[in-house]
């Protein structure tokens, strides 16, 4: 199966500041269509589930611009520039090109 | 809109079973697969595998195969989780979530339903 690695398991940021989030897949995602199938998820407590990224560098309906989705092959990462207060969250990321579908083990983004 | 809306928390001894519910509505129940996601308390999220919901056929991830049943109501446009013969490392929140077809990614996700198997 597809190992994701989020090797940080909490990042301690202030409001306004720029964080990279690292997700390092075991093998490459890139599929035949050109596509990466990596997609970033965020948890907040009381909240449902959201997504943020699908294929690597594509955001979801509604997610703000200060979310940017980066990378190809087996490094992906997500950005999040000036830091807002309702984004201190858990972040993962998931691949879905080959089942078993499997996540990162999630970064806990916290307030310095 | 769309919405996934799950059961209410449950609380079970180990043997017993539980079901919990996941109904769907603001799109057509059968045009998109639904996939389960555990998450044990304090940890990360785990996909246990999903269920065409327009077959009905449900596919298990390995860890998920013997004591766990994904079923339907697609009349109600309900999908549900049943796990029978229940032991603390069940104790979790389990999530419902949505698969958008092409871009294969979790659009949509439940609100999760606490489970707690305690003696």
């Known amino acids: 199966q597809i190992t994701l690695t989020q090797q940080a398991e909490s990042l301690w940021i202030s409001p306004g500041e720029r964080v990279s989030i690292t997700c390092r897949a075991s093998?490459?995602?890139?599929?035949?269509?050109?596509?990466?199938?990596l997609s970033w998820y965020q948890q907040r407590p009381g909240q449902t589930t959201k997504a943020l990224i699908y294929?690597?560098?594509v955001r979801t309906d509604g997610v703000p611009t200060r979310f940017i989705g980066s990378g190809s092959g087996t490094e992906f990462t997500l950005s999040i520039e000036h830091v807002q207060p309702e984004d201190f969250a858990i972040y993962y990321c998931?691949?879905?090109?080959?089942?078993?579908?499997?996540f990162g083990s999630g970064t806990k983004l916290e307030i310095k | 809109q769309i919405q996934l809306v799950q059961s209410g928390p449950e609380l079970k001894k180990p043997g017993e079973s539980v079901k919990i519910s996941c109904k769907a509505s603001g799109y057509t129940f059968t045009d998109y697969a639904m996939h389960w996601v555990k998450q044990a308390p304090g940890k990360g999220l785990k996909w246990m595998g999903w269920i065409n919901t327009y077959t009905g056929k449900p596919t298990y991830a390995d860890d998920f195969k013997g004591r766990f049943v994904f079923s339907l109501e697609a009349s109600a446009s309900t999908a549900n989780l049943q796990i029978s013969n229940l032991k603390n490392e069940d104790t979790a929140t389990y999530f419902c979530?949505?698969?958008?077809?092409?871009?294969?990614?979790?659009?949509?996700w439940g609100q999760g339903v606490m489970v707690t198997v305690s003696s």
């Open positions: 294929h690597a560098s």
């Open positions: 093998q490459s995602l890139l599929y035949t269509d050109g596509k990466h199938y």
């Open positions: 979530a949505r698969i958008a077809g092409s871009p294969w990614y979790f659009d949509y």
């Open positions: 998931l691949q879905t090109l080959k089942s078993p579908l499997t």
